[in-house]
């Protein structure tokens, strides 16, 4: 029996990082935010952005382009594109965007994972990349494992069996 060698590579909260075979990619904490992986059926590299808001055009001040659908989806696919990937491979698996607050009045904050979930299929739409599966909505939180070996996205929720997509 070999050592399994491979690594996890941990992606925080409004971040984007790059998986090589081996190793698995993961991130925690999707409550309204989203995490979008991005990987071919034959590629050795996929990544994983953790997102918190819809569109960068909403805030002033945002550095931070993994933190939007739009800017955080189109880095991951350039730096995608960057390690010899074809756009018209790729391939993305989604979970997150859950109502984890009520809000009582004519408020938008509730429906933030909502919107993020529109702005991430509309984001992956413009790229032409197709979701093989999603976990999306509902009102718990979920932690996501992605293996770039199988291409199985494993979603944890607390009290929950895990699934995978």
Do not use: W
């Amino acid at each position: 029996m070999g050592v399994d060698m491979a690594e996890v590579i941990k992606v925080g909260i409004a971040d984007c990082k790059l998986c090589k075979k081996p190793d698995k990619i993961t991130t925690i904490g999707l409550g309204s935010c989203i995490g979008v992986v991005i990987y071919t059926a034959s590629d050795d590299y996929c990544g994983l952005v953790h997102i918190m808001l819809p569109a960068s055009s909403e805030i002033k001040n945002n550095q931070n382009r993994c933190k939007f659908a739009d800017t955080g989806i189109d880095d991951l696919v350039s730096a995608l594109e960057k390690k010899g990937m074809r756009k018209a491979s790729m391939t993305a698996k989604i979970a997150g965007g859950a109502t984890m607050f009520q809000f009582s009045g004519n408020t938008d904050l509730g429906s933030i994972g909502e919107r993020n979930i529109k702005a991430v299929k509309q984001r992956l739409a413009y790229h032409r990349i197709r979701i093989a599966a999603e976990e999306c909505g509902a009102d718990f939180g979920r932690t996501i494992v992605f293996d770039n070996g199988t291409k199985e996205l494993q979603v944890r929720s607390t009290g929950k069996p895990d699934r995978i997509l």
